[in-house]
């Protein structure tokens, strides 16, 4: 069966571009992995009616309400190969060819994380990358930043608005002269003794064999794009301060015309709130692609 739009990838940015689609009566299909990048959060925060709410209820119901709309189909499975056709584009899923006059690439982005033992298994529950997200539920409590590289003096200086700050210098950098007095300035105390492991909540293991408590802990991962389809299409794409993402106009088209992007692929941060708007921004865009040219 031939598509009027396929969206790649069904989480939060997805599920919105296709909701807009749907609601234009339009033949879409979403193909989803099931790798959403928060499904290690207990819990999302920030999004209007939903605040507190765990990740996987807001993504289900959202499945559930789309997929109550008639011209929309879903599909498990990776996609594996997309290019331009002589009527629009075709995409390999799961062995099989599907086309479309559009597409949406809504696959986000995987995180890479510092080699530090014990921060794995904390992830999205008491190691984070998101103040916003994660930061009011410390209660005020100490944290904890891993430092990765100087970029992570962007985190030292936020944090102090969510509770008592230390900078875990962790042989990533060494603060200079202006930036030691920036942290000094916010109240952030710096710790150059490199980490051993996490253990605990969030407990830092030193390796002068001291230990640290902290109410939650933040490091900045490396991003890389969940799928090679934006370079298998010529997209062009953008550096951001932790990886690459797609570039997109206003209407959230890509430099291929016909190709739309949405979410944490096509920004250099987000949330599922950010997500659901660029969505829905990006589903506007297709229809009023399919509507005009």
Known sequence: MDYEAIV????????????????????????????????????????????????????GEAR??????????????RADDARKSDDGFS?????????????VLAMGVKDHLPEVPGLLDRWGKSVFHCPYCHGYELNRGQ?????????????????????????????????????????AARGVTIEEMPISSIGGHAEILLQDGRALSFAGLFVLSQTELASPIAEQLGCALEDGPVGKFIRTDMTQQTSVPGVFACGDAA????????????????????HRSLMFG
Do not use: C
């Open 8 to 59: 790649i990838g069904g989480s939060y940015a997805g599920l919105s571009a296709a909701l807009q689609l749907a609601r234009a009566r339009r033949r879409i299909l979403v193909i989803d992995d099931g790798h959403r990048r928060n499904r290690f959060a207990e819990t999302s925060h920030g999004f209007l009616t939903r605040d507190g709410e765990r990740p996987e209820i807001i993504a």
């Open 64 to 77: 559930s309400q789309l997929m109550a709309y008639p011209t929309v189909d879903w599909l498990d499975a």
């Open 91 to 103: 995409v390999t899923a799961d062995g099989q060819e599907l086309a479309a006059k559009r597409l």
């Open 143 to 183: 944290i904890g930043v891993i430092a990765v590289s100087r970029l992570s003096m962007h985190h030292a200086l936020m944090l102090p608005d969510w509770g008592p700050t230390t900078l875990l210098l962790n042989d990533a950098f060494r603060p200079e002269t202006e930036q030691a007095g920036q942290l």
């Open 267 to 286: 920004r250099a941060a987000g949330s599922v709130a950010i997500s659901v708007g660029d969505g829905a921004m990006a589903g506007a865009g297709t």
